[in-house]
């Protein structure tokens, strides 16, 4: 029988979820409005977005930290009402420069939001019974960023450019409350802050997303870039031989010792590069080849939004039942063969019910994915560490999405170009079918997730080094 406090755990994480996931890439179909009323250039509306990435993708890491020094529940409310100050922000924003930052305030926010309402959520729910709740979790995250689009399209039309950052602050005065009162309370292992492994992972993950941001401008092998990317890398580098002798690791490195942690990372990054550096150019593909609207071109990515909300919760309670392998990996051949489909049969002028099916591929294999994949890697780690696993599993999710469109983008302009619709259906032929087969090297790396008789053993053992404090991390065999 599911508990009061399960319930509310459930709305709140939730609603917040999407609040915060939705704010991604909400503010994309507002830009042009938003250029013509700050006057902004190029350059500015490209930071617009990448602001909100950068400090989100940044911050992930340390706020799971934080969560588990100070508290679970008190971090994630202050995020809510952070999150509802940036937005009040962005919304007043006088001029480009005030919106940018703003939006480095939302990401920023947003970082100390997702990663604890995954931890919040799983503590709320014994191990075996909260495939639901971690369906739901999945199919609201999925929802929050297909949606985006087509909400901002709404917003803009019908009112303006301002209320697609007004409509957050309501949800946030009632949520932040509703967090405090509602939620439990909770801390991670250890009592200090690894002060250094902070640093050094929040400079290195800057350095190394703002390079990936960036190569889309300004080309992989520019100064700038390369600069950036391996002083990211060298930073992170540290970060590691930081923490495999720190005595309380913001990450502990025996996480990648577990086949679950890490296959499930590897499965995470394939995903969201694939998908979402795809999504990147398809979402462009109704308005810049086919002319529809803002509206018109999110209201034809419904099939594709409305399966993954239908199979998400689904998917979760399986993964109790079946585990997490044959989902994922079903996941992943799905959304590969469906970006397959859509290179095979994207033209200029494709009838659009030739698109629905691939769509409604797409938005299955993602929800076969997005609860299996918490779920195999919750149960690889012990119940107190879920904070610290939920951080890294969402900064791979961000770096995999932030490498995917720039990856993605360059290979658009090698093969294509803005320049007829013809030329901008060449490069998104190109890029979907590289799209594709990161995706399907994702459902290879899903076949090294333990089934479901090792997860249920190794997230039984996890439990009772964490009952019993144990220091020396769980052995995993590699039998499956």
């Known amino acids: ?4 406090r399960q319930i509310w755990t459930s709305i709140v994480t939730s609603v917040a979820l999407f609040m915060v996931t939705l704010d991604n890439l909400v503010v994309t179909t507002a830009l042009p409005s938003i250029r013509v009323d700050l006057k902004a250039d190029l350059a500015s509306l490209g930071w617009v977005v990448n602001a909100y990435t950068l400090s989100f993708a940044v911050l992930l890491l340390p706020a799971a930290a934080l969560g588990d020094r100070l508290g679970r529940k008190r971090v994630f409310a202050g995020g809510l009402v952070a999150f509802t100050v940036a937005s009040a922000a962005a919304a007043l924003a006088p001029s480009a420069g005030a919106l940018i930052a703003a939006r480095a305030f939302q990401g920023a926010s947003a970082a100390f939001v997702m990663p604890l309402s995954l931890t919040l959520l799983s503590e709320a729910f014994p191990a075996g019974s909260r495939g639901l709740a971690l369906g739901i979790w999945s199919g609201v995250s999925g929802l929050g960023v297909a949606l985006g689009p087509l909400a901002g399209g709404a917003v803009v039309e019908g009112i303006s450019w301002h209320w697609i950052f007004w409509l957050n602050v309501p949800i946030g005065l009632v949520l932040a409350p509703l967090a405090a009162a509602r939620l439990t309370e909770s801390h991670g292992p250890g ?10 992972a929040a400079s290195g993950l800057f350095g190394l997303v703002f390079g990936i941001v960036k190569a889309a401008d300004y ?49 995470t990054i394939a995903m969201f590069f694939g998908t979402f550096g795809s999504i990147f150019l398809l979402a462009q593909f109704f ?4 002319g529809y609207s803002p509206l018109q071109a999110g209201l034809r990515t419904l099939p594709w939004t409305g399966v993954t909300i239908l199979v998400a919760p689904v998917a979760g309670i399986l993964s109790d039942r079946i585990g997490s392998r044959p989902l994922m990996t079903a996941g992943l051949a799905l959304q590969a063969g469906a970006m397959a489909l859509l290179a095979l049969v994207s033209t200029p002028d494709v009838p659009y019910a030739q698109l629905v099916g691939p769509f409604a591929m797409a938005g299955a294999g993602m929800a076969l994915v997005f609860a299996p994949a918490a779920n195999a890697v919750l149960s690889s780690v012990r119940p107190q560490e879920a904070g610290q696993a939920s951080g890294a599993t969402n900064t791979f999710r961000e770096i995999g999405g932030a490498l995917g469109v720039s990856v993605l983008s360059t290979v658009f302009a090698g093969a294509g170009s803005y320049a007829s619709p013809q030329a901008f259906t060449d490069g998104l032929t190109q890029a979907v079918w590289v799209g594709a087969g ?31 404090d144990a220091g020396a991390p769980v052995a995993e065999p590699l039998a499956a």
């Open 1 to 4: 029988m599911i508990r009061s």
């Open 438 to 468: 990161v995706l399907a090297l994702g459902a290879v790396c899903a076949l090294f997730v333990p089934g479901r008789a090792r997860q249920a053993q190794m997230a039984a053992a996890s439990r009772a080094a964490g009952e019993a």
């Open 287 to 290: 308005q810049t080849v086919q």
């Open 219 to 267: 080309g992989w092998t520019s100064t700038t870039v390369l600069a950036s990317g391996l002083a990211g890398v060298a930073l992170l580098v540290a970060f590691v031989a930081w923490e495999l002798r720190a005595p309380e690791p913001m990450l502990p490195m025996r996480f990648f010792r577990s086949r679950g942690f890490t296959a499930t990372s590897g499965v």
């Open 191 to 200: 009592r200090r802050l690894d002060g250094r492994g902070l640093a050094l």
